[in-house]
């Protein structure tokens, strides 16, 4: 201890001098970047006091407030889409208050609300068949009229009369080369002229396997089962959707015709033959692909009912449910996109598949059933997928299809 206080003002001394020696070292090379520094420092410092944007103190308060005006109008626009789409996916039940507890009177009123709904989507489309026997027998009998009455004037030897002769017998020709009927092979054919004659009372031809009818509600059940009564409504409401939107299409197109001076008929609209329409039940994750339907034939067309099989694997989920349906139809080939385009306007339709083929059967040619006109048509399947809203729809779904979908079962003063 004596030695360290002897020594002590050379060691404080040695101390310095090596701090010194540090100092200069690190001077050299930093110096240069503190200075930068406190130019950059000195630089903000003058900025900031023109940065204030208001009496508040606060920085560009001015882009504060746009970009506070920018999300409230975002805000107002999602609400504002929120609303239309909510307002478009609002469907009434057939039966007022009758979901998801209906009682015994509202079950009976629901299944004949449900059978006589059908009555007037086919009023609404102004659809029929072909003719029947009945009216092909009526039609041959004015034909035998017919030739009768022709038999009983006699021959017009006149000159005028021999050139109408003449010409009678040029028209007498019953197809064309094509097989197509003329005029005259339509008005002597008993099978053409009363399928004609009914073909020009239709916009389109509709018949007992073109809507989905839930027989288990339709029939002689007197209390329809509440889960099949849900399945039965849901289907109902994808079906009036695209009723209304196949017939705003047929009754654009007739008002065109009247306003040429013709009268509307199959031969002369768009929509000719509405084949089927099919619904699938709720689609979820899982679903073991199906594949779609393919046009070919008379016969109705079904959805796949799984998102494996759709581009965008879209599925049930908290926020909303997602159904598949199936459209088999005989259109105008020229107006393909138009009807996949009304279909799907003003609604949550979205097409996920198409497949069509042409028409060719030589019935269309003699008139001996549908009659489409002389355009070309081609049979379509159109394969649609849409959404129903859980907020709407939630609160009327009766539990067994709540537990089927995972959902919490509603108590009984829900």
Not at 122 to 140: F, H, S, Y
Not at 248 to 268: C, L, T, Y
Request: hydrophobic share 40%; net charge negative; with cysteine.
């Amino acid at each position: 201890m004596d030695l360290i206080k002897r020594q002590l003002f050379t060691i404080i001394c040695g101390v310095a001098s090596a701090a010194g020696i540090a100092l200069a070292i690190v001077g050299t090379n930093s110096m240069s970047s503190v200075k930068d520094g406190m130019t950059e420092a000195t630089s903000l410092a003058t900025r900031l006091p023109r940065l204030r944007g208001g009496p508040d103190g606060a920085v560009n308060l001015k882009a504060i407030r746009a970009q506070e005006k920018r999300i409230e109008t975002i805000q107002q626009y999602h609400e504002a889409v929120l609303e239309w789409s909510y307002e478009r996916d609002r469907m009434a039940p057939l039966v007022a208050d009758c979901f998801p507890n209906p009682d015994r009177d509202q079950k009976v009123a629901f299944r004949d609300a449900y059978l006589a709904r059908f009555d007037t989507l086919r009023e609404k489309l102004r659809v029929g068949v072909v003719a029947t026997t009945t009216q092909i027998n009526d039609a041959n009998e004015q034909i035998q009229e017919e030739a009768a009455a022709d038999r009983a004037f006699g021959v017009d030897l006149t000159e005028a009369g021999a050139a109408e002769q003449a010409k009678s017998e040029e028209n007498t020709v019953a197809q064309y080369a094509s097989g197509l009927l003329t005029d005259h092979g339509a008005r002597t054919n008993a099978n053409a002229r009363a399928n004609l004659i009914k073909a020009r009372s239709l916009y389109c031809y509709a018949d007992a396997q073109t809507f989905e009818v839930f027989k288990l509600v339709a029939g002689n059940e007197i209390y329809p089962d509440l889960g099949i009564m849900w399945d039965a409504q849901l289907s109902l409401w994808i079906q009036e959707s695209v009723v209304d939107a196949l017939s705003r299409i047929n009754n654009r197109a007739a008002e065109a015709v009247r306003a040429d001076g013709q009268s509307p008929w199959v031969g002369a609209l768009p929509v000719k033959d509405i084949i089927s329409i099919r619904t699938s039940a709720y689609v979820v994750d899982g679903g073991t692909p199906n594949g779609f339907s393919l046009p070919y034939g008379s016969g109705p067309a079904f959805p796949s009912g799984s998102p494996a099989d759709t581009f965008t694997h879209a599925a049930s989920n908290a926020l909303f449910e997602v159904v598949q349906f199936s459209v088999k139809l005989t259109v105008d080939a020229r107006k393909v996109p138009m009807i996949v385009d009304e279909l799907c306007k003003d609604n949550f339709h979205t097409l996920v598949h198409l497949n069509y083929e042409s028409v060719e059967d030589p019935s269309t040619l003699t008139m001996d059933g549908k009659i489409y006109g002389s355009i070309p048509v081609v049979r379509i399947v159109l394969d649609f997928e849409t959404a129903f809203f859980g907020e709407i729809y939630h609160p009327m779904m009766p539990n067994v299809i709540r537990t089927s979908l995972g959902l919490e079962p509603l108590d009984e003063d829900e």
